[in-house]
């Protein structure tokens, strides 16, 4: 392997998107005037283009949607290395009015595109030219039933920043709560996601502490973030009215690619299912030693893992993917001898860990806070199950079909990081380790399953509520919050009364609905795929590796039929239930070894 994978600190080199910050300038002046270029040749004519015109018009559609892409990726990856480097937010801001004037030169080919007649629409759709376009083409004109006249539209955009007011309103309320907390260093002010953070802590009364001075900082808050989900909910539904939407979830199902039929038989064979997290809780308050877990014991570690350097961490993730399919492992290594990973905690540098692809023609970048935890190793496979993903559909798609949706883009890093999962699960000799890993992964997948089917049915309520003509009042949405939390956690796991306020501090029902149900598919289908690939691995991964080229070229329902997977049927999901107790059975095992020594 390279020696750059070997050192410490390895970070990124952006030379394959930009010379420097005055070489982006050029090429983010150039593409305003190409895409002007572009609109003065086409716009207005799309309804006379022949197959072939409108191919060749979709070919430079994409090119310059790539180079805007890279051009993008280079002014972000900037601010990501260092959020207080004056050339990088100077860079950011000449970009930001370059971005939007490309957006806006380029806007008639959607607009048009939509506002076809349907009999010309389906011939260009039926052509063998368009054939690379068309389910993305087709997809964009399933919104024409749901698009108004253009004053209409404009008066309903005219109301966007009311609506960021109170997206803005909610967020500053949370980013701006200091809790009073002595985490055992003295009383600090502490903020929502530090106090969070605490709850994976293996001290009792840290944990207890933490959640309860959290839910005592929300309380007095409550009216106002009641104030703000009330307005957002009343607009969206509103808006829906107008547009002819049946059901509040529409919209999402319909970004999604998913019908609510599949949805509703999902989340369905979930609730089905929360016996298994129970199983779990009960069995996790003996490993403990509590006679009933509470919330605050829900993520609390059982034993002690081991630290992983950076070298082993890439030498277990190369493993576990070359077993797989050599080919995962060669895109892996050829991202990390591209200088293309970002890998140590630096001040300023951005936080988490993400993925992002570029073009066809420029491999993925991958950004890691990696610290030398066990939960590191299973974020770099993570992250490279999207970087496989990126590159694969690139290699056959265009650079608009090989975008998919959230709940398609997480299946393959979910996968990634079972067979990561897997291969220390066998190659690792330390029984703690093996326990903690078996537990976190379980408790990832009730934590992406288990409790977004709960906030998604909590928003169901929550719109139908207001639907009917009833305010959402802090009080009402934390008794239909306590209701929720009930349905779950049954008598396997206390909810105290001061939980009721949970709901409050959740960003995704501020800024998009139901986007939580994304994660349990993403989750559910992995658990399917994973449980096909151990029956027959050698018929399993070509098809996988077909699954991954063929990116966003179609919905997910016809990308997952290969497997045999059913989404419409609340079967298929059960069996995702089977493999997911199996994983809790091996975690309660091998957390009861390791507790025993
Ligand atoms: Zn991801």
Same mark, same amino acid.
């Given at each position: 392997?390279?020696?750059?994978?070997?050192?410490?600190?390895?970070?990124?080199?952006?030379?394959?998107?930009?010379?420097?910050?005055?070489?982006?300038?050029?090429?983010?002046?150039?593409?305003?005037?190409?895409?002007?270029?572009?609109?003065?040749?086409?716009?207005?004519?799309?309804?006379?283009?022949?197959?072939?015109?409108?191919?060749?018009?979709?070919?430079?559609?994409?090119?310059?949607?790539?180079?805007?892409?890279?051009?993008?990726? /280079?002014?972000?990856?900037?601010?990501?290395?260092?959020?207080?480097?004056?050339?990088?937010?100077?860079?950011?801001?000449?970009?930001?009015?370059?971005?939007?004037?490309?957006?806006?030169?380029?806007?008639?080919?959607?607009?048009?595109?939509?506002?076809?007649?349907?009999?010309?629409?389906?011939?260009?759709?039926?052509?063998?030219?368009?054939?690379?376009?068309?389910?993305?083409?087709?997809?964009?004109?399933?919104?024409?039933? /749901?698009?108004?006249?253009?004053?209409?539209?404009?008066?309903?955009?005219?109301?966007?920043?009311?609506?960021?007011?109170?997206?803005?309103?909610?967020?500053?309320?949370?980013?701006?709560?200091?809790?009073?907390?002595?985490?055992?260093?003295?009383?600090?002010?502490?903020?929502?996601?530090?106090?969070?953070?605490?709850?994976?802590?293996?001290?009792?009364?840290?944990?207890?502490?933490?959640?309860?001075?959290?839910?005592?900082?929300?309380?007095?808050?409550?009216?106002?973030?009641?104030?703000?989900?009330?307005?957002?909910?009343?607009?969206?539904?509103?808006?829906?009215?107008?547009?002819?939407?049946?059901?509040?979830?529409?919209?999402?199902?319909?970004?999604?690619?998913?019908?609510?039929?599949?949805?509703?038989?999902?989340?369905?064979?979930?609730?089905?299912?929360?016996?298994?997290?129970?199983?779990?809780?009960?069995?996790?308050?003996?490993?403990?030693?509590?006679?009933?877990?509470?919330?605050?014991?829900?993520?609390?570690?059982?034993?002690?893992?081991?630290?992983?350097?950076?070298?082993?961490?890439?030498?277990?993730?190369?493993?576990?993917?070359?077993?797989?399919?050599?080919?995962?492992?060669?895109?892996?290594?050829?991202?990390?001898?591209?200088?293309?990973?970002?890998?140590?905690?630096?001040?300023?540098?951005?936080?988490?860990?993400?993925?992002?692809?570029?073009?066809?023609?420029?491999?993925?970048?991958?950004?890691?806070?990696?610290?030398?935890?066990?939960?590191?190793?299973?974020?770099?496979?993570?992250?490279?199950?999207?970087?496989?993903?990126?590159?694969?559909?690139?290699?056959?798609?265009?650079?608009?079909?090989?975008?998919?949706?959230?709940?398609?883009?997480?299946?393959?890093?979910?996968?990634?990081?079972?067979?990561?999962?897997?291969?220390?699960?066998?190659?690792?000799?330390?029984?703690?380790?093996?326990?903690?890993?078996?537990?976190?992964?379980?408790?990832?997948?009730?934590?992406?399953?288990?409790?977004?089917?709960?906030?998604?049915?909590?928003?169901?309520?929550?719109?139908?509520?207001?639907?009917?003509?009833?305010?959402?009042?802090?009080?009402?949405?934390?008794?239909?919050?306590?209701?929720?939390?009930?349905?779950?956690?049954?008598?396997?796991?206390?909810?105290?009364?001061?939980?009721?306020?949970?709901?409050?501090?959740?960003?995704?029902?501020?800024?998009?609905?139901?986007?939580?149900?994304?994660?349990?598919?993403?989750?559910?289908?992995?658990?399917?795929? /994973?449980?096909? /690939?151990?029956?027959?691995?050698?018929?399993?991964?070509?098809?996988?590796?077909?699954?991954?080229?063929?990116?966003?070229?179609?919905?997910?329902?016809?990308?997952?039929?290969?497997?045999?997977?059913?989404?419409?049927?609340?079967?298929?999901?059960?069996?995702?239930?089977?493999?997911?107790?199996?994983?809790?059975?091996?975690?309660?095992?091998?957390?009861?070894?390791?507790?025993?020594?």
């Amino acid at each position: 392997m390279a020696t750059a994978t070997r050192t410490e600190d390895v970070r990124w080199d952006l030379s394959d998107l930009a010379s420097g910050a005055d070489g982006a300038r050029r090429s983010w002046t150039e593409l305003v005037e190409r895409s002007a270029d572009f609109a003065t040749r086409y716009r207005g004519r799309i309804a006379d283009l022949g197959a072939a015109e409108f191919r060749a018009l979709l070919d430079e559609a994409d090119e310059l949607e790539q180079i805007h892409s890279r051009l993008q990726v /280079y002014t972000h990856l900037r601010l990501a290395m260092d959020a207080t480097d004056p050339e990088a937010n100077d860079l950011a801001t000449f970009s930001r009015e370059r971005s939007a004037a490309i957006e806006n030169a380029v806007v008639f080919l959607g607009l048009e595109w939509i506002a076809l007649e349907d009999t010309p629409a389906e011939a260009l759709l039926a052509s063998e030219e368009l054939a690379p376009y068309a389910h993305k083409l087709r997809v964009e004109r399933d919104e024409k039933p /749901y698009v108004l006249s253009e004053p209409e539209e404009q008066a309903l955009n005219a109301r966007r920043p009311t609506v960021s007011a109170w997206q803005g309103l909610h967020d500053r309320q949370i980013a701006t709560l200091e809790i009073p907390f002595d985490a055992g260093e003295g009383v600090q002010p502490q903020t929502v996601s530090t106090l969070l953070s605490y709850l994976y802590r293996s001290d009792r009364a840290l944990r207890v502490r933490a959640l309860d001075a959290l839910l005592d900082g929300l309380e007095p808050r409550g009216d106002v973030l009641a104030a703000c989900y009330d307005a957002l909910v009343g607009d969206r539904l509103g808006l829906d009215r107008l547009r002819g939407f049946a059901d509040p979830m529409q919209p999402t199902n319909m970004s999604n690619e998913l019908d609510g039929a599949i949805v509703e038989a999902m989340m369905a064979a979930t609730e089905e299912s929360f016996e298994i997290g129970r199983r779990w809780f009960r069995a996790k308050a003996e490993l403990l030693g509590v006679p009933q877990l509470e919330l605050a014991d829900q993520y609390a570690p059982i034993g002690e893992a081991r630290t992983f350097s950076w070298p082993e961490a890439v030498d277990a993730v190369d493993r576990s993917f070359a077993r797989f399919t050599p080919r995962f492992s060669e895109i892996f290594r050829e991202c990390l001898d591209a200088g293309h990973v970002d890998v140590r905690p630096r001040p300023g540098k951005a936080s988490g860990a993400f993925c992002t692809a570029v073009s066809k023609d420029v491999l993925p970048y991958v950004l890691l806070n990696f610290t030398d935890r066990l939960r590191d190793v299973s974020t770099l496979a993570h992250e490279f199950g999207h970087a496989t993903h990126n590159v694969l559909s690139l290699e056959r798609q265009t650079w608009r079909s090989h975008r998919t949706g959230i709940p398609v883009a997480e299946v393959p890093s979910t996968f990634a990081q079972s067979l990561a999962d897997d291969y220390l699960l066998e190659s690792e000799s330390d029984e703690q380790t093996r326990a903690v890993l078996a537990a976190e992964r379980l408790e990832n997948a009730f934590a992406a399953i288990f409790r977004q089917t709960v906030l998604a049915r909590f928003e169901q309520q929550a719109y139908r509520l207001r639907s009917e003509g009833r305010a959402l009042t802090a009080e009402r949405l934390s008794e239909v919050w306590q209701e929720h939390q009930l349905r779950y956690y049954g008598d396997a796991l206390t909810v105290a009364d001061g939980y009721r306020v949970g709901w409050s501090y959740i960003p995704h029902f501020i800024h998009v609905r139901f986007y939580t149900y994304a994660y349990s598919f993403a989750q559910l289908v992995s658990l399917l795929l /994973y449980g096909r /690939y151990h029956e027959d691995p050698e018929a399993f991964t070509p098809r996988y590796l077909d699954f991954l080229a063929a990116g966003g070229s179609a919905s997910p329902e016809e990308l997952l039929a290969p497997f045999g997977l059913d989404l419409r049927s609340t079967d298929t999901w059960r069996g995702a239930f089977a493999q997911l107790d199996a994983l809790r059975v091996d975690a309660e095992a091998l957390a009861r070894a390791a507790v025993a020594r």
